[in-house]
T-cell receptor, first 113, second 110 residues
Framework: ETGVTQTPRHLVMGMTNKKSLKCEQH?????MYWYKQSAKKPLELMFVYSLEERVENNSVPSRFSPECPNSSHLFLHLHTLQPEDSALYLC????????????FGPGTRLTVT | DQQVKQNSPSLSVQEGRISILNCDYTNSMFDYFLWYKKYPAEGPTFLISISSIKDKNEDGRFTVFLNKSAKHLSLHIVPSQPGDSAVYFC?????????FGAGTTVTVRA
């Protein structure tokens, strides 16, 4: 496998559920990112990890909890979400935190019912 | 507050003609600008970029122009091809953070 992969591609969950999104990059990059894209809105940066350490938390509610166990994997743990959290969640990676070119995964389409 | 704006949500162009996509920004601290292209069910892919110290960058059929005084950049695609039909995102960087526009959907008509 190459590039950045994300699982699952689609997820429907209730407001009381707990689920996790997974991202894996096969590019040997050191920085990973979570973005949220709501309908008709720009991508919003949520979290940035560099060398497995979180370097940015962009005022994201605590019901979203990221985890980066190693430089190739990134998770987004979800609990007690709201319907307005329904969106496309995109993972990206780059060689380093300051590198301009980011490589994106295909995203997870999340629907909260 | 949206710092990068793409005011045209869609653009339709005939095959072989020029596509011009526009982007405006408000933050004068942005030092690098990028265009990403996105097909349905795929993540955005990097297309072309330009440093704030330049006013033009060309890569094959794609050219990006930057007008810093107007805080405006544009992407020219010429000639447009059916495979160019996609959503195009303008993005700008300050302190390693990417700020995206909402995207412009380009449809190339045969």
């Amino acid at each position: 496998e190459t590039g950045v992969t994300q699982t699952p591609r689609h997820l429907v969950m209730g407001m009381t559920n707990k689920k996790s999104l997974k991202c894996e990059q096969h590019l040997g990059h050191n920085a990973m990112y979570w973005y949220k894209q709501s309908a008709k809105k720009p991508l919003e940066l949520m979290f940035v990890y560099s060398l497995e350490e979180r370097v940015e938390n962009n005022s994201v509610p605590s019901r979203f909890s990221p985890e980066c166990p190693n430089s190739s994997h990134l998770f987004l743990h979800l609990h007690t979400l709201q319907p307005e959290d329904s969106a496309l969640y995109l993972c990206a990676s780059s060689q380093g935190q300051g590198d301009y070119e980011q490589y994106f995964g295909p995203g997870t389409r999340l629907t909260v019912t | 507050d949206q710092q990068v704006k793409q005011n045209s949500p869609s653009l339709s162009v005939q095959e072989g003609r020029i596509s011009i996509l526009n982007c405006d920004y408000t933050n004068s601290m942005f030092d690098y600008f990028l265009w990403y292209k996105k097909y349905p069910a795929e993540g955005p892919t990097f297309l072309i970029s330009i440093s704030s110290i330049k006013d033009k960058n060309e890569d094959g059929r794609f050219t990006v122009f930057l007008n810093k005084s107007a805080k405006h950049l544009s992407l020219h695609i010429v000639p447009s091809q059916p495979g160019d039909s996609a959503v195009y995102f303008c993005a700008a960087i300050n302190d390693y953070k990417l700020s995206f526009g909402a995207g412009t959907t380009v449809t190339v008509r045969a």
